[in-house]
């Protein structure tokens, strides 16, 4: 983990950012008018509620594939993975550079349930296979926007680039399990120099090491998880096509709700470091709906409706972060999580 000194210009990035983000969310907000966007919440009504709910479901299906990661006779319970995927979340949406926090927030949750050795490496291995499906997801609604929908030059090199950079993925994974190098290890060997670095070098190698067997190794488990991320998906699209429907009064193409929740993908994994993906969420929706012939105002609405169900998961998040006793700041100081 980063010493103070190296948080210093972290912290500077991200006060910018989250202001940049902040000025770019009003403008946006004031440009679409709020009369339109307090029209399309009328719209949507109560259904506001099942989309939150749906939040919630795909926060279980994160917890479900982490549970089956974890390798035996370690076990998780589920009430405790659900709510230190909740709070690791709400961490990860509320601060800039917020993966860092994030991840380590969880494994710091349940550390009196199970160690935190078998809860990392389980976390490592369950983040792989989700970037994996989120990358294969990506390829797919950009192939389908770039195939069925007349595109923009700029927007058709944008799919293109996005569909390179995931076949690039899927072969740099194969090589990967192939070949198992000691990357990580590799390079904080060379930045740590000394019985410091070794200690971290051999606890990566072994990280490394149950990532690249864990197919191997726990081969019937692959397919649950496999099913559980894929799931968190389907759950996406059934968000986007309540959504759209009940803004449009009419039920969207299916086509339609998953390209509309692949873009949404696709700008939470490329703007990650803002938090809450305020202006870039609303506005990079407005311009995918747009081109869909729907209306900025939809994807406007769109994107301030889910900001709605990540704050109120943020809500739930922070209380179960205070009933921990955890912060950003006793987590990235907790000595035994800077030796994982």
């Not at 909740?86 to 601060?95: E, I, T």
């Not at 559980?228 to 339609?256: C, D, I, N, R």
């Amino acid at each position: 983990m980063p010493d103070s000194r190296h948080r210093r210009p972290l912290t500077a990035v991200g006060a910018l950012t989250t202001t940049c983000s902040l000025l770019l969310f009003v403008w946006w907000i004031h440009r679409t008018g709020l009369a339109e966007i307090r029209n399309g919440f009328a719209q949507i009504g109560w259904g506001l509620a099942i989309v939150v709910l749906l939040g919630g479901v795909r926060f279980a299906l994160r917890a479900i594939a982490w549970m089956l990661c974890l390798e035996p006779p370690h076990r998780l319970p589920f009430p405790a993975a659900f709510g230190a995927v909740v709070a690791g979340d709400a961490l990860g949406n509320l601060l800039p550079l917020g993966p860092i926090v994030s991840e380590p927030t969880k494994a710091a949750f349940v550390r009196h349930e199970v160690s935190l050795g078998p809860a990392v490496a389980a976390l490592a291995i369950e983040n792989v296979l989700y970037t994996l499906s989120v990358a294969a997801m990506i390829a797919a609604g950009m192939a389908a926007l770039l195939f069925v929908f007349d595109l923009p030059l700029a927007l058709r090199e944008v799919s293109e680039v996005a569909i390179g950079g995931v076949v690039l993925l899927f072969v740099l994974a194969l090589v990967l399990l192939w070949r198992r190098p000691a990357l990580a290890s590799h390079v904080v060997g060379r930045v740590l120099p000394g019985a410091r670095g070794e200690r971290h070098v051999v606890r990566l190698r072994e990280l490394e090491e149950q990532i690249y067997s864990f197919a191997s190794r726990r081969g019937a488990r692959l397919a649950p998880i496999v099913a559980t991320e894929l799931g968190f998906h389907v759950v996406g699209v059934l968000e986007a096509y309540l959504t759209l429907w009940l803004l449009l009064g009419a039920p969207p193409s299916l086509l339609v709700a998953f390209i509309v929740e692949t873009v949404n993908r696709l700008i939470i994994v490329v703007f990650k470091f803002v938090p809450l993906g305020m202006g870039v969420n609303e506005a990079g929706t407005a311009f995918l709906t747009g081109i869909l012939g729907l209306g900025t105002v939809v994807g406007t609405t769109i994107g301030l409706v889910r900001k709605v169900r990540i704050l109120c998961w943020i809500a739930v998040g922070a209380t179960l972060l205070v009933k921990r006793g955890l912060t950003a700041g006793r987590v990235l100081s907790d000595p035994q999580l800077k030796q994982r």
